[in-house]
Every structure is written in structure tokens, then in C-alpha cells.
């Protein structure tokens, strides 16, 4: 089973700061696709940002994007000038684009943004 | 509005004491699937669906039952609850594999 790992429980930031969450996976398939959601207190699964592994470029929504290193199997959320309505718990997640496993969404354990002002 | 509809939100109830959390989608979508959420341990998959009739094992299958008569539903039983799947449980849906899936706004279960 693919696994997926965040090393960064919590991270904080200040407001209009810039902040960077990691994110590693473990994986043998040549074809996925990797997201980052947003869990704020309401508890809600909000999108954020979806990479296609096969695509180099990197993928960028707003104040979100990503650092994808396929090589390297990481796939980081940079959030620039961060606002008091980021703070939230994070996931990085991968699915699964081939074989047995297809379609299958593994998430990592979440990263806990703060914001202060 | 295209929505993932769970219910209920809250849930308290007794070991042993069957359940069931409905899900229902209206977005005609195929992929399915059933998550619990713990401290700590981020979502984990429980069961999922590929079609009306297709379902299979997630990560952690054990406790729970699932079916797939219609497109639209795709309800998670609980035959014999126990106190160690006191979670959050979220429905989540997708037209296809490599689109995000559309989350539930959540379940609270707690078994006491």
C-alpha cells in the first residue's frame, strides 16, 4: 500500500507570511495524482490544490502551490501571504492512477496550521 | 447544488446496538467511498465503491459492512458496534479516479 508522510504535526505562521507544509510519499506506481486538502474547524474536507504526476509543471491556485519533486517523491503546499482563515488542519493525499489500487485516496496524518495576527 | 448527503451528524448510541450512516450523492457520480478520521491518524479507508455493485476492502474494513444497490447510495453498517470505532466518519464521491472527491460534511459516531 502506498503510504504517505507529514513530518510537521504543526506548523504556525504570521499573518501575511509565507509558510511551506511537507509532504513524502511512498510509492512504486508511474501514474497518481497528489492533492492537498483543508480541514478547518468545521470540520468540512475542502480541496485546496491537485497535481497530475505527470505533469512538471507545478501546479498553482491563488495564494497555494505546490513544490512537486517526483524524484524525489515530495510534494509540498507553499501558502503565501497567509490569512487568518488558513488556519487549519492540512492533508497531503495521494490516489491511486493504476492497478489493483485504482482510484484509492491514502492520506498522511495532517499538519495543524496556526495563523497569528 | 451538488452535495455528498450524510446523516446522521451526531450519533451516541450503545455496543452492539446495529447502525446505519447513510450517504447519497447527486452528482451521477461512480467512485465511492468510506473514511474514518482519528486523532493522530489522519483519514483512513474503509470501504469503497467503483460501481452499483462493485464494492471492496479499504485499509480498515473490519466492523463495518457496506452495499451499493444504486448509483446515488452508498450506506456503511455497523452490525455489532463496538467502543474502538468511536470516530468521525466521512462519505466522500468522484466521477473518476483521477478527479477529487467530494466530501460529506461528516458523522460523529460515539459507542459507548
Known amino acids: 500500500a502506498q503510504t504517505v508522510t507529514q513530518s510537521q504535526p504543526e506548523m504556525s505562521v504570521q499573518e501575511a507570511e509565507t509558510v511551506t507544509l511537507s509532504c513524502t510519499y511512498d510509492?512504486?506506481?508511474?501514474?497518481?495524482?497528489l492533492f492537498w486538502y483543508k480541514q478547518p474547524p468545521s470540520r468540512q474536507m475542502i480541496l485546496v490544490i491537485r497535481q497530475e504526476a505527470y505533469k512538471q509543471q507545478n501546479a498553482t491556485e491563488n495564494r497555494f502551490s505546490v513544490n512537486f519533486q517526483k524524484a524525489a517523491k515530495s510534494f509540498s503546499l507553499k501558502i503565501s501571504d497567509s490569512q487568518l482563515g488558513d488556519a487549519a488542519m492540512y492533508f497531503c493525499a495521494y490516489r491511486s492512477a493504476v492497478g489493483s489500487t485504482l482510484g484509492r485516496l491514502y492520506f498522511g496524518r495532517g499538519t495543524q496550521l496556526t495563523v497569528w495576527p | 447544488e451538488a452535495q455528498v448527503t450524510q446523516n446522521p451528524r451526531y450519533l451516541i448510541t450503545v455496543t452492539g446496538k446495529k447502525l446505519t450512516v447513510t450517504c447519497s450523492q447527486n452528482m451521477n457520480h461512480e467512485y465511492m467511498s468510506w473514511y474514518r478520521q482519528d486523532p493522530g491518524l489522519g483519514l483512513r479507508q474503509i470501504y469503497y465503491?467503483?460501481?452499483?455493485?462493485?464494492?471492496d476492502k479499504g485499509d480498515v474494513p473490519e466492523g463495518y459492512k457496506v452495499s451499493r444497490k444504486e448509483k446515488r447510495n452508498f450506506p456503511l453498517i455497523l452490525e455489532s458496534p463496538s467502543p474502538n470505532q468511536t470516530s468521525l466518519y466521512f462519505c466522500a464521491s468522484s466521477s473518476f479516479f483521477n478527479q477529487p472527491q467530494h466530501f460529506g460534511d461528516g458523522t460523529r459516531l460515539s459507542i459507548l
Open positions: 510509492t512504486s506506481e508511474s501514474d497518481y495524482y
Open positions: 465503491s467503483m460501481n452499483v455493485e462493485v464494492t
